[in-house]
């Protein structure tokens, strides 16, 4: 069962854009599900890997069109992106130190963002 399901509520109305965060659910429900069957430590860095550069690549894309289209809350939105990718690798390093393990609340995280 998916922990999170994409619905119009959601889109943003510019395909490039929902298109991505589509991509960002299916990473949620893939951690989701490798946590309910219990097979987390045999697919969580591949997972982790992907979130890794699904974020990166997403904000610098999102970044570009805010400058391109002269978006008013550029500084504050590529700011929310910083604290967002530092958290995503600080959980990465965490894990692979096992510090940290797969959790309801990183899920959560990732559903509010």
Known sequence: MAHMEWSESLSLKINSIDQQHQRLIAIINELHDARLEGREKLVI???????????????????????????????????????????????????????AKLSSELLQFLKDW
């Open 45 to 99: 860095i591949p997972i982790l890997n992907s979130l890794i550069d699904y974020t990166e690549d997403h904000f610098k894309y999102e970044e570009d069109l805010f400058h391109q289209h002269g978006y008013l809350d550029t500084l504050a939105h590529e700011h929310e992106h910083k604290v967002l990718l530092k958290n995503v690798h600080e959980f990465f390093d965490m894990y692979t130190k096992n510090e």
